[in-house]
């Protein structure tokens, strides 16, 4: 594939994953929840550093499944602190434990997934970047989910990391419009989950685009 996004370079790995998984609208709410969560390990970081890392985070954090992550305690996170296979930053490994528990509570009143694509009106954003200078690193979307993720609970879920994030699990395509990715993500452009009336008057959602 010519004219890649740059950002991806020619790391075998990095351009796989800028070509199948970049900007693909993600539905599910605890694939959402991963991502969030691996987004908040990067901090700091490069993605490639954490893409790398992804499987060993995934059996770390018993693949990722909020029920179990919920119920850790300071012997699971000592475990995860010993691991030289992922981050070993004690603030973050904490902060899954929370987000964790934060995630569950606002599943017992709707779908994740609905109140997160609720801030794009249920459909991912079509963006027409030329250069990468026309790429923000936040946006009021962005802002405002980050609000109400800390309001939740939620913890290394500030603005920028969460336009990354918005962008990585396609709630936005902000490919170049010179990458041949661009149009392919466009096309999967397509409504998803609705948020329940129930959830957006508990968290006082209503959008943020």
Known sequence: MSDRCPWCGQDPLYVAYHDHEWGVP??????LWEKL???GFQAGLSWITILKKREAFRAAFDRFDPQAVARWGDAQVAIALANPGIVRHKGKIEATV???RAYLA???KGD???LLWDFVGGTPLQNTPATPAQIPPQTPASQAMSKLLRQSGFSF???TIVYAFMQACGLVNDHLVTCPAHPRIAALATGGPQLSPKLRRSTGGDGGA
């Open 37 to 39: 969560v691996l987004d």
């Open 98 to 100: 929370k987000n964790a």
């Open 157 to 159: 879920v500030g603005p």
């Open 106 to 108: 606002l599943q017992e």
């Open 112 to 114: 994740f997934a609905a």
């Open 26 to 31: 993600e539905w599910d709410s605890r694939a």
